[in-house]
């Protein structure tokens, strides 16, 4: 009806009916305000997997309009919890050897989960440093789409001088039957959508006894659906954003002396 007023005081959400309403003749009507209020959860520390949030209403009604006008009953109040979730994505990373000689080649695996029970993880990007020494060889399959081109480091692209920067966009499988293709980046829950990724390197023929190589990785991400074409685009301030490094180390083979009488 007119004259009703609804204000937004941050957590506190009122709605104030007008100061006298005439109801419809019909007194078997029932005389419903409905109102939808739209909230977001936030970033604080508090909000984080299993916490529970209550939000409650409250509903008064004072039997005039005069000061000091008692309740015409008892205020009536009704709750509904929300419990928080939020991804816990991990990542993996093998190499098929640990010790190695000058000029082998070895294969690297990533693999990008989200434990089970787990909220999507949004827009997700890996990011893997191939240190100096190391030559990369290519991906397998060398037809997979949600790689990036080979880059080198630079210092502000996620890699430093020296290293190869190699860019994942891992993307779960879409479970729906048709399958309708998920926006790339979505790692969804359980060890039946984890993803992953091998690629090729070659340990460089002038490499010394005993020099190991660690080649170090992290994968991100977030609560939100953005859409990012960047893995390093400025994270959405209403999300909370998530991060996991893996790496894995080889030393290639030292010199070994041998004695004979």
Known sequence: PVG???ANNGQLVTLTLPTSFTAAADATLNHVFRVSITARVSTIAGNAQGVMRRNTVSFLSKASVLPGAGNVTAPAARSYDVT???PSPLLAKEVDRATVSAGDVVTYT???SNADGRPPLHDTWVIDCLPAGLTFGGYLPDTRTDVLAPVAGDGINGCTTGQTRLVWRPTSPDPTSPPSALPPGTLLAGVSNEVTLRYTATVSST???LTTYVNSA?????SLHD???DPLAPANPLER???DPASATITVRGAAALKAV
Not at 218 to 222: K, M, P, R, Y
């Open 218 to 222: 992290t994968l991100s991400g977030g």
């Open 110 to 112: 990533l693999t990008a």
């Open 84 to 86: 928080v979730v939020e």
């Open 241 to 243: 954003t998530f991060t």
């Open 4 to 6: 009703t007023v609804l």
């Open 227 to 229: 859409a990012t074409t």
């Open 207 to 209: 490499s010394a006894g």
